[in-house]
């Protein structure tokens, strides 16, 4: 009697471990943190936009690549973007963002804000991760931000300048 109670107990508490960790996933507001929807395809740039990550070069020579089938990128900069899928917000939410980055290089991370109507909030973009120096260790970069008046949609921007930087893990999530 007393062995199946504790096969019982253990049994709850896995499944409640399993379960609380699974709902902290569900807490990412990000869609699809594992990257499985990436690329760019400029002839359907606009139709994508809102459900992928799409990576952005600015300043050659830069590179993006899954990392060996993982959930992480590797950034490869020049200067180089990655957007985030879109995610929906309202004005005044306060969020905590946060990526694992490894590497070396400068990395920050910036959001962007859209009203319903597809125009830019004012501010449009706001940077709650400043430039960050990696110098080779994995480590999660963190910050908050609050959405904008008339806000009613986002995406994170991942910025990798000078370096070469996996970034993995990414989120978004409400603030408490």
Known sequence: MMKRLLLISAAFVVSLSLSL????????????PAFKKFGYDPTKHREVWKERWIP????????WKLDGGKAAVELKGGETFLHSPRYAVKPGQKFSIAVTAEGKGTLSVQCLWWTAEGDMA???RTIPIEPVELKGDSQRVEGTDTAPEGASEAYI???????TITVSQPEVKLAK
Do not use: C, F, M, Y
């Open 157 to 163: 921007r991942i910025v990798v300048q000078d370096g």
């Open 122 to 124: 004012q501010p449009h």
């Open 56 to 63: 952005h070069q600015i300043k050659t020579p830069s590179e």
């Open 21 to 32: 960790n699974a709902q902290e996933g569900k807490d990412n507001l990000i869609p699809d």
